[in-house]
């Protein structure tokens, strides 16, 4: 019978990174509540509204 492997990568190493952040609440309910209507966890909310948003930052100049 030929063993099975199990591969389990290191945390982290799959492209994503820890970060903390402060948030206001109602921001913060609104969020836990898209992510409760879309049967979606906050953490892949954010990620899902942050990379939908970081391409319409424009940076004004003094």
């Known amino acids: ?11 982290g190493e799959d492209g994503y990174r820890y970060a903390s952040i402060r948030i206001k609440e109602n921001l913060l309910n609104r969020i836990d509540e898209i992510a409760g209507i879309t049967n ?14 970081i391409e319409c930052v424009e940076i004004a100049e003094k």
């Open 1 to 11: 019978m030929e063993e099975k492997k199990i591969k389990i990568s290191k945390k």
């Open 40 to 53: 979606r966890s906050r953490n892949e909310l954010i990620n899902i509204l942050l990379e939908s948003s």
